[in-house]
Nanobody
Framework: EVRLVESGGALVQAGGSLRLSCAAS????????IGWFRQAGGNGREGVSC?????????YADSSVKGRFTISKDNAKNTVYLQMNGLKLEDTAVYYC??????????????????????WGQGTQVTVLL
């Protein structure tokens, strides 16, 4: 059974930091890419970052998170992390990790689309306070 389990969401003050974790099981970790998405209020899921497990290639959404968020992996633990620094009110959202076989889908206006990913976790809430 494929499982993706997120953790690390919390209440944090603006300017603070959090590290989210995504623990994967039930598939061959090295053959996949893991992405982070977020969903705020009634909006759709927005791609944040992605990492290819085979070689560590990373992708980030432009402007909104680049330079503040860092994605990384620990192959021994089958876990992907999202380090979030300089958190802003607009980062408040439920954060999901998702897995796709092979490479990270490309980032661009409106992409990646959530439908490009094969498996999803249940999400973890990040709330940024003034």
């Amino acid at each position: 059974e494929v499982r993706l389990v997120e953790s690390g969401g919390a209440l944090v003050q603006a300017g603070g930091s959090l590290r989210l974790s995504c623990a994967a099981s039930g598939f061959i970790f090295d053959y996949y890419a893991i992405g982070w998405f977020r969903q705020a209020g009634g909006n759709g899921r927005e791609g944040v970052s992605c990492i290819e497990i085979s070689d560590g290639t990373t992708s980030y959404a432009d402007s909104s998170v680049k330079g503040r968020f860092t994605i990384s992996k620990d192959n021994a633990k089958n876990t992907v992390y999202l380090q979030m620094n300089g958190l802003k009110l607009e980062d408040t959202a439920v954060y999901y990790c998702a897995a796709v076989a092979g490479l990270c889908p490309p980032y661009g206006s409106g992409y990646p689309r959530p439908a490009e990913y094969d498996y999803w976790g249940q999400g973890t809430q990040v709330t940024v306070l003034l």
